[in-house]
């Protein structure tokens, strides 16, 4: 299957660039709704079956292959098979851990961590919150996901400003999600932690794709390394829940299926004696 064609001319010349010199590409992804489907429970996120594979087979071809997630490393390593991916970096807790090589670095938990995990079960029930939302605790943030509600997006907005100003008391930042309100350290986010892994590996090329609005901070380091000479390419794994990012991609995909698709028209252009 040839590769799909970019929505506009600067993402197609980064595209070109990933194609014609691989060895200096960086291919970073989201894991859950790009890697993996989403699930009632993230306890039961696991990779597209094939996806590994295929980004395996790529590592082999291109300079760097990531994994950029809100998740903490450990978890998405283990519930992805990523230890299968020869070099891949899997940062997580949107770049505050690293996991390479089998080796995790983890900075000490966030202050204000403790206070949140204190008060939220107060804080549910006094708004009244329904049975089904559920409380993740990642060691360094705390996500609350409504999708098991009745009404999830009801109760999503029912939750917003009182976790706002719980955050605001912590000392952390809310980042909203696919019906899921996270509270986390400030100072971090996927677009950071994609900018550093480009100089750290020194990429002539980035390609970076995602799905949901946490994913729009690596987005906007895409287009700011654009205009410092860095060819980049944005492509959202899309789904119904969420239109923002489609809206700012330069190619879209159906979902997790979509993007291992794509993966495989990649491998299969820079597979030697493809013809380029």
Do not use: N
Not at 11 to 17: G, I, N, P, Y
Not at 29 to 38: C, E, N, Q, S, Y
Not at 135 to 152: I, S
Not at 241 to 265: F, K, M, N
């Amino acid at each position: 299957m040839p590769l799909p064609a970019p929505r506009s001319g600067a993402a197609s010349a980064a595209l070109d660039r990933i194609v014609e010199r691989p060895s200096g590409a960086l291919l970073a992804f989201d894991f859950d709704g790009t890697l993996a489907p989403i699930v009632p429970d993230p306890r039961d996120a696991r990779a597209l079956p094939g996806v590994t594979d295929a980004l395996a087979a790529l590592s082999s071809l291109v300079g760097t292959v990531a994994v950029i997630t809100g998740r903490p490393a450990a978890a998405a390593v283990e519930y992805g098979g990523l230890d299968r991916i020869g070099g891949v970096v899997v940062l997580g807790h949107y770049g505050r851990e690293r996991w390479e090589d089998g080796r995790l670095t983890s900075p000490g938990g966030p202050p204000g961590i403790d206070l949140v995990r204190a008060e939220l079960p107060g804080l549910l029930d006094r708004v009244g919150a329904p049975s089904g939302t559920w409380v993740e605790d990642k060691e360094h943030a705390v996500a609350v996901h409504t999708r098991r509600t009745p009404d999830p997006d009801t109760v999503l907005g029912t939750l917003r400003g009182p976790l706002a100003d719980l955050a605001h008391r912590a000392g952390l930042v809310v980042e909203p999600g696919r019906m899921v309100i996270e509270l986390r350290p400030p100072g971090m986010d996927k677009g950071a932690a994609l900018t550093a892994l480009v100089a750290d590996r020194s990429a002539t090329a980035v390609l970076y794709a995602g799905d949901d609005l946490g994913d729009l901070a690596a987005f906007d380091a895409v287009a700011s390394l654009r205009e410092r000479g860095v060819p980049g390419l944005t492509v959202c794994s899309g789904s119904d829940e969420v239109t923002a990012l489609a809206d700012r991609a330069d190619l879209v995909v159906d979902g997790p299926e979509g993007v291992a698709g794509l993966l495989r028209s990649l491998r299969a252009e820079l597979q030697p004696g493809a013809g380029r």
